[in-house]
Each structure stands twice: as C-alpha cells, then as structure tokens.
C-alpha cells in the first residue's frame, strides 16, 4: 500500500484547509501545508533534512492544481488583471527556476526550515495587524514588473507557497484595488509553481533516501491526494471572499500560521545544533 488509510485522511485535510484559504484569502495555502507534510514524511522513516525540501516541493506542486481552480472563480467575476500576469510572471520564471534548481539544492533543509519559519512569521504578522501599503505609486514598466516577479518568484521556491504573501502587498501598494490583487496572486500562482517545480524535480531527481513514487523531490502521493482535495474547495474560498469578514478570518488564520512557523523554526534551529 502507498499510502496507510490515516494518512490519506490526514492529507485530504490538508488539501481541503489548504485549497479554502487560497481562494478565500490569496496566500497561506502552502505555509499550511509545508509543516504537515513535513511531519507526515519524518513519521514515514524520512531524513529530517530531506523531509523539510520534499514538504516544500511537494507543496508547491499542488499550487498548480490550486491556482487552476481558484483563479477560474476569479476570473468568471472579472477580477483578474491579465496585464499585471503578462508583465510578472516572466520574473517569476527567473527567480523560480534560480532558486529551485541552485539555491534550494545547495542549502540544508535545517536552513530552509529555519528560513521558511522567519518568513512566515512575518507574513503572519503583515496579515494579522492587516496593514495594507498606501497607494503611494503606480504600477512599474514592465522592467520593474519583471524584477519584483523575480523576487516573488525566489522567495516563494523557499516556502512552497504562492507568493500571494509577497503580490498581493506589491500590487495594492502599486495602485491596484485589492480584490484585484488578490485575484491576480491567485493568477500567478500557476506560473509560480510550475517553474519551482521543474527545479526541484530536476535538483531532487538522484537523491538518495527519498520514498517510493517520489519524482525529484516532489512525493506524487501527496500530490494526488492534496490537489483533488485542495481543487474542490479552492473556488468555495473564492465565493466566501465576498461574502464573510475576511479581516477576522486572517487573524484567527494568521496566528495559526505563527504557531505552524514557530514550529518549523525551532525545527531547524535544532537541526542546525545537532
């Protein structure tokens, strides 16, 4: 059997959580995801180190499915801006691929552990005190489009999520309405992940240690599991966006995330004193 019947519920859970928050609040699927896969891969018997990168690739794979499926219910309400996605996701592709293939391959998963808790911790904070960048400017050329993709793109291979924590505050302080922007992270996504992926596919492939049915260092019965679950529910959250108090609803899931980041950060502070 590939996967025991408990952790198939676990995984369907998480996709279910993971998918929600997406479209409902355009960032925090794959920080969710990546603590959990992590703990479901060292329970399996998997290295520490080489669990921490698998839950990353891993997460970020089922954004593929995610985005497809949130960004489909932003798109019928006509929220996208397909001009912002033209001029980003190019970045994205740069700074996805740098750190996917090179950075991420190079760095012990203690580090990545450590890295991801910090980063989160500060999305974290950004979305519970919801403090949302002034439109001070405009939208950059598509040269400044391109260099803020390659950074969300970058960070995002380090986290396995979105980049939706990183767009979606460019965006609105870039004069974009934040429906819009939201709907746009959502967009990006897709481009987000496919690139990060073929890196950690590529920089995974001749890993040792890794459990069966893994492709690089993405482990496909997660995946399967997580995506159909995470599809379902990902255009619920869209629809629950414009219908629920979404500035309490990132509270209370922003400090779930604190805790989650908190966690992933002792990991590796621990990891790196072993």
Known sequence: MILE??????????????????GLLGVGGGMVLVPFITWILASRGVDN??????????????????????????HKRGMVRWDLVKGIAPGIMIGALV???GVFALLKGAWLSVVFGV???????????????????????RGGQMAAGSVIGFLSGLLGAGGGFLSVPFMTWCNVAIHNAVA??????????????????????SVA???EWSVGYVWLPALAVIASCSVLMA???????????????????AGILMLLAVSMLIKGIRLLGA
């Not at 180190?49 to 219910?73: C, D, G, H």
């Not at 989160?120 to 403090?131: E, H, K, N, P």
Request: proline share 7%.
């Open 184 to 205: 746009t992270s959502a967009a990006l996504g897709f481009p987000i992940a496919v690139f990060n992926v073929i890196g950690y596919v590529l920089g995974g492939w």
């Open 99 to 101: 750190v996917s293939i």
């Open 209 to 211: 240690g890794r459990p």
């Open 235 to 253: 255009p619920l959250g869209a629809r629950t966006a414009h219908a629920l108090p979404v500035k309490t609803l990132k509270r209370i899931f």
């Open 49 to 74: 180190e080489l669990a921490v990168k698998m839950a990353i690739a891993t997460s970020m794979a089922t954004i593929i499915f995610t985005s497809i499926s949130s960004v489909r219910a932003h």
């Open 5 to 22: 019947p408990i952790t198939i519920v676990e995984l369907a859970a998480l996709g279910l959580t993971g998918g929600f928050m997406a």
């Open 119 to 141: 980063l989160v911790i500060l999305a974290a904070l950004q979305m519970f005190l919801d403090r949302k960048p002034k439109p001070t400017r405009q939208m950059p050329g």
